[in-house]
């Protein structure tokens, strides 16, 4: 089980901090920190609740936000009303994650969310990491398909490697390998058709079964 992930959003609207607050509160696996509205406030912050991702506004009262992403070494989202091609490309430029025009659908940071918490989940490894974990990471947090680079097999062994000696759902195995439910879904189906993997039911308090998935027993 990963940690939650702490994010921070720096907003000088009040109301508006409080919106994307409330919708990284809503997220599973988030932790929303309280809001802060100005740069200074966001520096102390940083130091003191030591978040893991910031949604920080463009433009704020006591200086620029795209600066603020460039100088600080926390992975960031930029939130903006700003439109203009040139503000976009200095947010990129200084290490944006993603840039979201303000006022946006809630569903629009949620899925950018869950997005990056499957890409950490990838990136989430002290060994060297192949070019395949990669370009399934850059995928993963675009909102690509499954990279062509990765084969079958490859996606197959990393739900392996994620299923070790415990046993699973298919949204468990998901999170963890960083893909989606569908595809660990669809390669877990496989595998237990090639009887690599046992498929097991577990009634919850309503009844309806939940399937479990486990390394097949030699």
């Known amino acids: 089980m990963t940690d939650s992930i702490r994010v921070l959003v720096i907003d000088d609207d009040f109301r508006v901090a409080g919106l994307h607050r409330d919708l990284v509160a809503a997220r599973p696996g988030f932790t ?4 802060v509205h100005s740069l200074g406030a966001a520096r102390a912050a940083v130091r003191t609740e030591t ?3 910031l949604l920080v506004d463009a433009f704020l009262p006591d200086g620029d936000g795209v600066d603020f992403v460039d100088a600080t070494p926390v992975d960031a989202f930029v939130l903006s009303a700003a439109t203009d091609a040139q503000t976009v490309r200095r947010a990129l ?6 840039y979201l025009t303000k006022p ?6 949620a899925d950018r969310l869950d997005r990056y918490s499957r890409m950490r989940n990838v990136l989430q490894t ?4 192949e070019q395949d974990q990669i ?3 850059l995928s993963i947090l675009h909102g690509g398909a499954e990279p062509a680079t990765v084969s079958r097999s490859a996606t197959e062994q990393l739900i ?3 299923l070790g ?10 999170d963890r390998v960083g893909i989606s439910r569908a595809t660990a879904q669809r390669h877990l189906a496989a595998l237990a058709t090639r009887g690599q993997v046992e498929v097991r039911l577990r009634y919850g308090s309503t009844g309806r079964p939940e399937h479990r998935y486990a390394i097949a027993r030699s």
Do not use: K, M, Q, V
């Open 32 to 35: 929303a920190l309280e809001p």
């Open 51 to 53: 978040p893991d991702l």
């Open 93 to 98: 430029r200084a290490g944006a994650l993603t």
């Open 104 to 109: 946006f659908e809630a569903r629009s940071l």
């Open 126 to 129: 002290d060994r060297p990491l």
């Open 135 to 137: 370009d399934r990471a």
């Open 160 to 162: 392996l490697d994620g």
């Open 165 to 174: 000696a415990d046993e699973a759902s298919a949204i468990e195995i998901a």
